[in-house]
Each structure stands twice: as C-alpha cells, then as structure tokens.
C-alpha cells in the first residue's frame, strides 16, 4: 500500500510531528483535532521545525489540510491522550468513518493494540505505530502488532516507515512494548533518587549522560515526554504486568497533582 493520503488525529507534540515527515515525504494529510486551537498550533511548530531542518516548508504545509472530523483516508494514526476509553471510542469511529480497506493505526507508548483491535469490525487492520520524540528527528518507530494483525497489514507499516525514512522495530503486545518497559522504571528510579534526596536533578542528568553516553538525562526526558504520560504509561505498566516496580514513584504523582507537567507546562523537575 502507498497510503497516499493519512488522516493524523491528535496535532499535539507527538501528533504534529507524524503530520509533519509524512507529509515531507510527499503524502497528502489531514490533520484533525478536536481542542480548538491545537491545529493551528500543531501547524505552527511544524513551520518552525521544518524550517531549522532546512526543508521546504512552503510545499510540506501545503500538503497538510486541517479538517473538522474524522474523514476518508488510506491510513490512520492516532496520537491523542493515553487514555484507554478515549482510544477505543475514537478506533469505534474510525471504523465507521474509513473505508474497509484502509489501516488503523495507534501511536500509543504503552496502551494495548489488542483491545484496540477488538472494538474494531477490522481487527487485522489494526495496528501499533509508535514514533519517538521529537518525531522529525529520532529515527525509530516501534511496530506492534496485536494478537489479530495480519502479516499484509504488518508489512505495509514497515515498509511505510521506512519510506517515512524511520527504521521499524517490530514487537509483540505487552504492556509498555519494549520501549517504554526499560525507559520507564529508568525514569522512575531517577525519580526515586531525587525525593530520597540522593543527588540533585542536575547531577542526575550529567550521571546518566556523561556516564552512560545519553543525549539527555531522565529528569529532563520525562519533563520532555510530560511526567503525566510518564505516570500514566507506569499504571498501564503496573496493572498489565502486575509487579509493584513499575508503580509511579510518589513524587512523580504529586509534581503531575501540583501541574508541574514537564516542558508543557512551564514546570517539571525543571523549570522551562
């Protein structure tokens, strides 16, 4: 399948950014939102990322059409909240909404692709793409397949990322996948560290890039992920798995009561 045209539903950080490389390279995509605002927003970012990537970001936009719901396309890729319900009832309406042929996707970091699928009338069309953030620069999309993807619906997305010039890594359908298994209680412990009073965020951060070679340390990687995706995906983690390791560490679940979302919000473990 050549998905000529993808309908991108979600224009936030991660949403914005799959609009933004399959566009670049050369599909038509529309781009749907339901927060007011949030397109015009997802569409301004990709204008400044295009431009410090040196692309060309008159004819990319170009090929992007925000639109007001759902519609016909090739291929879907939702990249909305981490929110079980909220998943399924939009997978309910894709279904309705896209022709039988074409492929849902979910851009989900940990909720399962399975249930997805089930709430489908095209489970074998159903499918995990989990891109990286930021999108337009890392270059691995993890692809997970549920229970019920077929191998010609599996295929066609590896062989889309790579023409998105991304490199797939194919996995199977547990909690968190592989990605977000390791990261996670990675940024949990980091976490732990800090409220016991180990060392400061600062140090934390220079220990696991000078010492371990990471471009960023994980106080600031989960301020960049959003600590409340962090908590959420640790209790999808927690739940599906069943081990009291990948439970949210306290202070991460009160830095998201007190808003203190990462980047997004001004305020995480840093202050931005």
Do not use: W
């Not at 038509?28 to 015009?40: E, I, K």
């Not at 992007?64 to 719901?69: F, G, I, K, Y």
């Not at 009338?121 to 549920?146: C, Q, S, T, W």
């Amino acid at each position: 399948m050549d998905f000529e045209h993808v309908l991108v539903v979600g224009a936030g950080q991660m949403g914005g950014g799959i609009a933004q490389v399959v566009a670049a390279s050369g599909r038509r995509v529309s781009l749907h939102d339901p927060y007011p605002g949030a397109v015009d927003k997802g569409l301004a970012a990709m204008e400044k990322s295009l431009g410090k990537l040196g692309a060309d970001v008159e004819a990319t936009l170009a090929r992007v059409s925000p639109v007001d719901d759902l519609v016909a396309s090739d291929l879907m890729i939702e990249a909305i909240t981490e929110d079980p319900a909220a998943k399924e009832e939009l997978f309910r309406r894709a279904d309705e909404v896209l022709p039988d042929g074409a492929i849902l996707a979910s851009n989900t970091s940990s909720i399962p692709i399975t249930s997805l699928a089930a709430v489908t009338k095209r489970p074998d069309r159903v499918i995990g793409m989990h891109f990286f953030n930021p999108v337009p620069v890392l270059k691995l999309v993890e692809v997970i397949r549920a229970v019920q993807t077929s191998d010609e619906t599996a295929a066609a997305v590896v062989q889309l990322a790579r023409d998105l010039g991304k490199e797939p890594a194919e996995a199977r359908d547990f909690p968190g996948f592989v990605s977000n298994r390791i990261l996670m209680p990675f940024i949990n412990e980091a976490a732990y560290a800090l409220m016991e009073g180990v060392a400061e965020p600062e140090a934390i951060d220079m220990i696991a890039k000078l010492g371990f070679a990471h471009p960023m340390g994980p106080l600031a990687l989960a301020d960049l992920i959003g600590l409340d995706t962090c908590v959420a995906i640790m209790e999808v983690l927690h739940r599906g798995l069943g081990n009291p390791k990948y439970a949210p560490c306290p202070l991460l679940r009160q830095y998201v009561q007190a808003g203190r979302l990462g980047r997004k919000s001004g305020r995480g473990f840093y202050s931005h």
